[in-house]
């Protein structure tokens, strides 16, 4: 079964819009932590955020903001103002519980920022 | 420091070539971890190293080797791919240790490898 849905697949906006990126997960566990990551065309995989099970504190840093929210496992991020350097395949993951290494990764989220 | 190197960038072997990637790491991650993408996937775990031994092996064929001499280093073995196997190969790090609160992995550039 799949633990991280990203259900939007491309996603283009133009400069300066702002754009939302959905993640919804599954896990039985009372325990875990959600990512994001970005995904350049050059291919690496760029860490922006953390979010433990016990944490559902909000954060805005920049131009980016996440929103947990535990009652509906979902865990969406906001690029405010976007602009052509976030053009990205952005992915949700997740991590359960202890003895586990094995990110769970949604399927990503291409986002292109048309100038 | 969060930076995770891999060598090289660009790879193409032929089949019954051996070749082996490298990765390095120096913020003092006890995991570390090789991955698979193939063109608009998210990356599929292969291996994961802790603490300088094999703890998971997804089920990846004997053709894919992997080797961690010591705590930074991690080397990905390669021979008789096939060209099913040409990919983006990732390999990632982070802290070990589930009390620690800090579970992201931190990922290099990647090594585009071709097989033809």
């Known amino acids: 079964a799949q633990k991280v849905t990203q259900a939007q697949t491309e996603i283009s906006v133009v400069e300066k819009e702002d754009v939302t990126l959905d993640c919804v997960y599954e896990t039985r566990d009372t325990t875990y932590y959600l990512f994001w990551y970005k995904q350049p065309p050059s291919g690496e995989l760029v860490f922006l955020i953390r979010r433990n099970s016990f944490d559902e504190q909000n954060e805005i840093s920049g131009r980016y903001s996440w929103n947990f929210q535990k009652s509906t496992s979902s865990f969406n991020f906001t690029i405010t103002a976007s602009q052509v350097v976030d053009s990205a395949v952005y992915f949700c993951a997740l991590i359960e519980p202890p003895g586990n290494n094995r990110l769970a990764f949604g399927k990503g989220n291409q986002v292109v920022v048309i100038p | 420091d969060t930076e995770v190197t891999q060598t090289p960038k660009h790879l193409v072997m032929g089949m019954t070539n051996k070749k082996s990637l490298k990765c390095e790491q120096h913020m003092g991650h006890r995991a570390m971890y090789w991955y698979k993408q193939k063109a608009k996937k998210p990356p599929e775990l292969m291996f994961v190293y802790s603490y300088e031994k094999l703890s998971i092996n997804e089920s990846v064929p004997s053709r894919f080797s992997p080797e961690c001499p010591n705590s930074s280093l991690l080397n990905l073995h390669l021979h008789a791919l096939q060209p099913e196997d040409s990919a983006l190969y990732l390999c990632?790090?982070?802290?070990?240790?589930?009390?620690?609160?800090?579970?992201?992995?931190?990922f290099g550039p990647g090594t585009r490898l071709t097989v033809t």
């Open positions: 990632a790090s982070s802290q070990d240790g589930w009390d620690r609160g800090h579970h992201e992995q931190y």
